[in-house]
């Protein structure tokens, strides 16, 4: 059964940092290209950032550019993001998904980020 | 502003036939990449619930369809039942931002 779990949400402060995970089960993990996606309280899907099977290519929405970091270790079968100068806007439950053909078919529960003073 | 765009709700009563309008552009739908549509009911996360414009994964009814022509694409809902009561949201990829992905603002299906 595929599996992605993620963790590292919390309540950070305007410009602090935070670092989610994603625990994957049920596939390999390094034949598959990952994302993250995120909703703001009340709000639609907006996707975040990919990775490529082996972290050679990343791709970011352009909102997070130079703020936030994806990366992967296949030998933990873990997804990151790494989030620096988190802004207000940023709160949101974050979903790590597993890409294929330019679609997301499996998604984690999500973990809930919240960036307030 | 969501790149694409949908109707914020829908509704019909239950056995009947709903229809969600998915609007994009010439660098995204109106250049051929493939729409994807997910259900996500209340509290949880998002379902693939058709890939490639209009193919389900395994265990999605065929009571749900998808098609798209030019800029646009449509999932259908026939047969609707109060389970499928939720938000419904398409997607696809992006050529005018590397690598990018984008959503519809979402529509809520309510089964009267």
């Known amino acids: 059964e595929v599996q992605l779990v993620e963790s590292g949400g919390g309540l950070v402060q305007p410009g602090g940092s935070l670092r989610l995970s994603c625990a994957v089960s049920?596939?390999?993990?390094?034949?598959?290209?990952m994302s993250w996606v995120r909703q703001a309280p009340g709000k639609g899907l907006e996707w975040v950032a990919n990775i490529k099977h082996d972290g050679s290519d990343k791709y970011y929405v352009e909102s997070v550019k130079g703020r936030f970091t994806i990366s992967r270790d296949n030998a933990k079968d873990s997804l990151y993001l790494q989030m620096n100068s988190l802004r207000a806007e940023d709160t949101a439950v974050y979903y790590c998904a597993r890409s294929e053909y330019h679609s997301f078919n499996y998604w984690g529960q999500g973990t809930l980020v919240t960036v307030s003073s | 502003q969501s790149v694409l765009t949908q109707p914020p709700s829908v509704s019909g009563a239950p056995g009947q036939r709903v229809t969600i309008s998915c609007t994009g552009t010439s660098s995204n739908i109106g250049a051929g990449y493939d729409v994807h549509w997910y259900q996500q009911a209340p509290g949880t996360a998002p379902k693939l619930l058709i890939y490639g414009t209009n193919n389900r994964p395994s265990g999605v009814p065929d009571r749900f369809s998808g098609s798209k022509s030019g800029t646009s694409a449509s999932l259908a809902i026939t047969g609707l039942q109060a389970e499928d009561e939720a938000d419904y949201y398409c997607?696809?990829?992006?050529?005018?931002?590397?690598?990018?992905?984008?959503f519809g603002g979402g529509t809520r299906v309510t089964v009267l």
């Open positions: 997607q696809a990829y992006d050529s005018s931002l590397s690598g990018s992905y984008v």
């Open positions: 049920g596939f390999t993990f390094s034949s598959y290209w």
